[in-house]
C-alpha cells in the first residue's frame, strides 16, 4: 500500500511559478513509477508528466514539455512538479499517482486526493 498526499497548490498569475510536491508512505515508494495527472473542470484526467521508479527517466505530455519538470527523492519519498512559466489553461486539480507508469490512469494503482492549481491572466 502506498498513500499519497500532494501540497503545493494555490492561485498564481500567468506566468509564474509552483512546485508541486507529493509525500508517499510506505516502504516500497521506490519501487513504483510516478505520474502527475490533472482534471479541469468537466474535463477527463489527463497526463502531465511521469517518471521512473529510478528517477532516470521522464516523459511529459506535450502541452506542458519545457515548462514542467518531473522529478523524486527517493530518500524522502517524494515527488515533484515544477511547474514554470504557467497559463490559465493549466488551472485544474493535479493528482500524483504511483503505479507502472506510463500515459494512462489504468496505470496507476495509488492516488493522492489532489491540489488544485489556479492560474488568472
Known amino acids: 500500500q502506498v498513500q499519497l498526499v500532494e501540497s503545493g497548490g494555490g492561485l498564481v498569475q500567468a506566468g509564474d511559478s509552483l512546485r508541486l510536491s507529493c509525500a508517499a508512505s510506505?516502504?516500497?515508494?521506490?519501487?513504483?513509477?510516478m505520474g502527475w495527472f490533472r482534471q479541469a473542470p468537466g474535463k477527463e484526467r489527463e497526463f502531465v508528466a511521469a517518471?521512473?521508479?529510478?528517477?532516470?527517466?521522464?516523459y511529459y505530455a506535450d502541452h506542458v514539455k519545457g515548462r514542467f519538470t518531473i522529478a523524486r527523492d527517493n530518500a524522502k519519498n517524494t515527488v515533484y512538479l515544477q511547474m514554470n512559466s504557467l497559463k490559465p489553461e493549466d488551472t485544474a486539480v493535479y493528482f500524483c499517482?504511483?503505479?507502472?507508469?506510463?500515459?494512462?490512469?489504468?496505470?496507476?494503482?495509488?492516488w493522492g486526493q489532489g491540489t488544485q492549481v489556479t492560474v488568472s491572466s
Open positions: 499517482a504511483a503505479g507502472s507508469g506510463g500515459w494512462g490512469t489504468a496505470e496507476y494503482d495509488y
Open positions: 510506505g516502504r516500497t515508494f521506490s519501487s513504483y513509477a
Open positions: 517518471i521512473s521508479w529510478s528517477g532516470t527517466t521522464t
